[in-house]
């Protein structure tokens, strides 16, 4: 596994969506790309633990790196959804109020959403939002048609498996662990996997981004995590949804538990706001999950416990001044004194509709210290796997007359085939644990939540892989699965 | 478009013994889908024994119960189509079936849903915590152990007392893992009083009334759950909670019927069952669309699934060949200290047999139907218990064609 002294232009650390969408975004020039990621799979972290909102841009303060990244990535979304094969739906939003004072803070929102450069904001009243959504909670509202809700998995494996496609080169269960400066000015970055040199380092990780950033020689952030729990809701939840209800903002322009249709038509209800010490602490609490079921009730009137799924927490890494504890913008910055190194930290929301515009600013900065050229190979287009569930009957037979795994329905609740796990397995960004495929197909996603498939994709995991009964595993390093075989039993 | 006189949608213990029922009774155009590989259903993987006391006198294990319909089928030359998923179902009984030989649209006179039922899972419970892999429900640990000689774990706590979790608490136990206890919200066990014993007492695994999980532990493999008492009304008692080490949750905490199809095919369910409604021909909302078995209610035994899937088979032929059946304009109503009853609605004039679960345990107890007030039925039950199906005959003499039945527990 180890990898000594391999040569790159830039490196990335950090494989969230942020970091595949530099990657791909350095990808148009003749660089040679590596995105180092700690876990075994890309976009595990804060990349996977949202909302999958692509926001308009309203909430945020005029001029910042937030409303910019913001207002300039929800523009450009159809066409980097089409670019790259992802689903993704133009739903709109409401962000409901029910006191007076809710009107005042909805009405400077529209101000400041108006000088941020969204467009069609308008307040409506309860007769407009029944015509919307008749579920939505709430008196009046904002009415933000410009909102959507995209699949942050698809995303971020689309963005890496294009910029794989393109030459960059991806290093998963890869952890940066410190870094000295050859000679020449290069970085010698030391890893789990044996060292990388380069000329370039970008900090991209995340959570971890204020850590990384010191010991790359830019100490002082301090990274707040602030957690958030989810439901999951049943897609016959969803369907009594179409548009995503958000509460009117706190004055600290957070937004309480709201409830999301997802692309696929689940409901996520949360995430709620709590300040924690940990930084990667994924556990959902009693008093948290309670809360959601409350507040989330509120804001949709099918917050039943019969449709509960799932229920997750993510942690978002935000900025803050560690005397006034205020929520700081995005930073992204080129130290003129650490030469080669470009810091991106405190990258939270709305960071999954900003990670293109991030990346341009990131491949900017790089472009102005030196001259690029042009990958002539490079195609924005990655066209993914067919998703079998969506299409019509007559796809969905020729599908199988070409190749018959398609025809064999492997999770039942997502009606996800043989066909989907095994390219999910073999992509050139491939799964090889049981959340890698289920966030590749939804396979396991459903209301069984694997009931059915578990099985299944365990055993596909072993058959392609090669991987031994105790390798077998759910997520992350140490998360495995058995323990090994039965008393005396020849296996299978 | 091929068409069938009866679709059985599932290969297990309802839809075997349907098929074979319907062929007995002149039925020649039967299509048996199952999606497995294998039929039998979930018998396959329950290699226990105890099961065919009633049906067949003898104590069988799973797959052996199974394995006599599987043989049966296949004497009487029954066509079932194996690795074979139905994608839709219509109220027209129009059937879209998907398998490797492609996607296959075809026509029933009658449906039979024998789906039977899925687990509750962590999820649907809400257990806080974190995501860590050791957590899964009985049925998979059964899946993983007994088809594919897996082991799940070493150090064991089990959520729930349904009967699949103490039969994996032994199950386990026999495979040299330590079962550290089994924990039930309610203050009585979900499962049969003869798996207690079997399961639990002959190997000394302690069983908690009245406890339940309330946190996940461990980061990447379970490291630990909190254990908390709670009150008459499953709240938590603050105060009450405790760690407990293990590296794998087995969840045991009810079963689902499951009816995604049905549902497409708007067949209206009832909530206390999550079955279809039906009446005592055991014929849907739908016309010509039946349902026996799990996906109808849950069984405490396998052999119940087969009586009840043979009774189905009655009023599927009578349906086949006349296109229809006698009206079931009276509801039969779950009153004081009944759960659910099947079937929900009767004609009045034929004779059925009334299926029913209490509500919670109950000694020397009376169970009555009454019809328009006047009493039709009235048995004395010893000991019932939640976990066990009461059946009774309800005899046509007894009925009227006017008025609607309740059932009560007195």
Known sequence: ?492 | MKSYQAVIIGGGPAGLGAAIALKKQGIQDILVVEREHHLGGILRQCIHDGFGLTRFGESLSGPEYAQRFIEEAQRLQIECRTDCTVLHLTEDKIVTLCSRAGLEVVAARAVVLAMGCRERTRGALAIAGTRSAGVMTAGVAQHYMNLRNIMVGREVVVLGSGDIGLIMARRMTLEGAKVKGVFEIQPYPSGLPRNIMQCLNDYDIPLYLSHTVTEIRGRERLSAVTISQVDEAMRVLPGTERELSCDTLILSVGLIPENELSLDAGVVLDYRTKGALVDEYYQTSVPGIFAAGNVLHVHDLVDFVTLEAEALANAVTEYVKRNTMPDCKLTVVPGEGIGHVVPQRCSGRDAFTLSLRVTRPRRDCIVTVHQGGREILRQTVKNALPAEMLQYSIPAERLNAEGDLEVALL
Not at chain 1, 75 to 97: H, I, M, S, Y
Not at chain 1, 324 to 352: M, R
Not at chain 1, 406 to 434: D, F, M, N, W
């Open chain 1, 1 to 492: 596994m180890a990898v000594m002294n391999r040569e790159f232009d830039v490196v990335v650390i950090g494989g969230g969506v942020v970091g595949c969408a530099i990657a791909r975004e350095l990808s148009r020039y003749r660089l040679r790309v590596a995105v180092l990621e700690k876990e075994c799979d890309i976009g595990t972290q804060t990349s996977a633990r949202n909302t999958g909102m692509l926001h308009a841009g309203f909430l945020y303060q005029t001029g910042s790196l937030k409303a910019q990244c913001a207002v300039e990535g929800n523009r450009e979304f159809d066409r980097v959804a089409e670019e790259l094969d992802v689903p993704f739906r133009r739903t709109g939003k409401l962000v409901v109020g029910f006191t007076e004072a809710h009107r005042a803070q909805l009405e400077q929102f529209m101000k400041r959403g108006e000088s941020n450069g969204v467009p069609g904001l308008r307040l409506i009243d309860r007769a407009e939002m029944d015509r919307l959504d008749p579920t939505a909670g709430g008196n009046f509202a904002m009415y933000v048609p410009t909102s959507g809700v995209l699949n942050p998995f698809l995303y971020t494996i689309a963005l890496a498996e294009n910029a794989v496609h393109n030459g960059a080169e991806l290093f998963r269960s890869c952890a940066f662990t410190g870094e000295i400066r050859l000679a020449d000015g290069r970085h010698c970055l030391h890893t789990t996997r044996g060292d990388f040199v380069t000329r370039w380092v970008v900090n991209s990780a995340g959570l971890q981004s204020a850590m990384v950033s010191a010991w790359l020689g830019k100490p002082g952030y301090t990274i707040a995590p602030v957690k958030g729990e989810y439901f999951v809701l049943d897609k016959r939840a969803g369907a009594h949804a179409s548009i995503s209800v958000y509460p009117a903002p706190n004055p600290d322009n957070t937004f309480d538990t709201h409830a999301t249709v997802t692309v696929e038509g689940n409901v996520l209800v949360g995430p709620d706001s709590q300040w924690v010490e940990e930084l990667e602490d994924y556990a959902t609490s009693p008093a948290g999950l309670d809360g959601l079921a409350e507040d989330g009730a509120r804001m949709f009137a099918h917050m039943k416990r019969e449709y509960y799924i799932r229920s997750f927490a993510g942690v978002r890494p935000k900025l803050i001044d560690p005397k006034t504890k205020k929520v700081q913008d995005f930073k992204l910055e080129a130290p003129e004194d650490i030469p080669g190194f470009i810091n991106l930290v405190g990258i939270e929301s709305p960071g999954l509709t900003s990670a293109l515009p991030l990346a341009r600013r990131v491949a900017e900065k790089i472009r102005g210290r030196e001259e690029l050229s042009l990958n002539e190979t490079f195609t924005p287009y990655r066209s993914g796997p067919p998703r079998f569930s969506e299409l019509t009957l007559e796809r969905q037979a020729e599908l199988i007359a070409e190749n018959a795994d398609y025809g064999e329905i492997i999770c039942r609740c997502e009606q996800v085939t043989k066909a989907e796990i095994l390219q999910a397995i073999h992509s050139p960004v491939g799964a090889a644990t049981v959340n890698g495929v289920k966030n590749r197909t939804r396979a396991s996603m459903g209301r069984c939540q694997g009931g059915y498939c578990q099985m299944r994709i365990t055993q596909m995991l072993r058959q392609e892989l090669g991987q031994s009964i105790t390798e077998v595993s759910l997520s992350s390093r140490g998360s495995y699965l058995f323990t090994g075989a039965v008393r005396g039993g020849g296996e299978e």
